[in-house]
């Protein structure tokens, strides 16, 4: 089954420092990955996504991701980080259904920003 | 503005009660979804639905219900059967039905309690 991993639940990051968040899935086809963010209590919004061609991808809001195939791995990525990025991460990807298709989530990973 | 509405926002349910949880998008897209979030288990899905009245179980379909009678609407009733129903409930749309999954849309949730 198709599955995605984020290895680290929390991360502390200081503010101006870079920042790369882990994802690894598990898909036997070409995945449809992306990844989201959330704020305290709100839904999610999207940053980027993958499907095919250039394996980085750019994103809103200064972020960044690279697919990587051999490594079954899609990390999201941003050079300097503000306060205002404090949030939690999801990675997803896109799985197969009867009748169509859903997203499967990691379990997601919270982003402090310390100053 | 286009978007998805969930209401209400907080909800409370007392022992033996079914509740709905309402979701309306006004985006004319085709799917919805219901994804239930715990702390650290990232989101889950519930039931999806790909167009007007018809629906798949996701991976958590038991103790709740849905119904998709009109295509800008997608209500979860969360049944008495469902013995641990507190959680932060998710509706999400999608333009594209059967493929990627493109972009999903989310409502900004409802917190779902038991009295």
């Known amino acids: 089954a198709q599955s995605v991993t984020q290895p680290d639940i929390h991360i502390t990051v200081s503010e101006g420092a870079s920042l790369e968040l882990r994802c690894n899935y598990s898909?036997?086809?070409?995945?449809?990955l992306f990844w989201y963010v959330q704020s305290p209590g709100q839904g999610l919004q999207l940053l980027l996504k993958y499907f095919s061609g250039d394996t980085l991808v750019q994103g809103i809001k200064g972020f960044e991701a690279e697919f990587k195939r051999s490594q079954s791995s899609f990390n999201l990525r941003k050079p300097s980080v503000h306060w205002s990025d404090a949030a939690e991460y999801f990675c997803a990807v896109a799985t197969p259904y009867q009748a169509g298709t859903a997203l499967i989530f990691g379990k997601g990973t919270t982003l402090s920003v310390s100053s | 503005d286009g978007g998805i509405t969930q209401s209400p926002k907080y909800l409370f349910r007392k022992e033996g009660q079914n509740v709905t949880l309402s979701c309306e998008q006004n985006?004319?897209?085709?799917?919805m979804y219901w994804y239930r979030q715990d702390p650290g288990q990232g989101l889950r899905l519930i039931y999806y639905s790909q167009i007007v009245n018809d629906f798949q179980k996701g991976d958590i379909a038991e103790g709740y219900s849905v119904s998709r009678e009109k295509k800008e609407s997608f209500p979860l009733t969360v049944t008495s059967a469902q013995k641990n129903p507190t959680a932060f409930y998710l509706c999400?749309?999608?333009?594209?039905?059967?493929?990627?999954?493109?972009?999903?849309?989310f409502g900004s949730g409802t917190q779902l309690s038991v009295l």
């Open positions: 898909y036997g086809a070409t995945p449809y």
């Open positions: 999400a749309s999608s333009a594209d039905r059967g493929g990627t999954n493109e972009k999903l849309f």
């Open positions: 985006l004319n897209h085709d799917a």
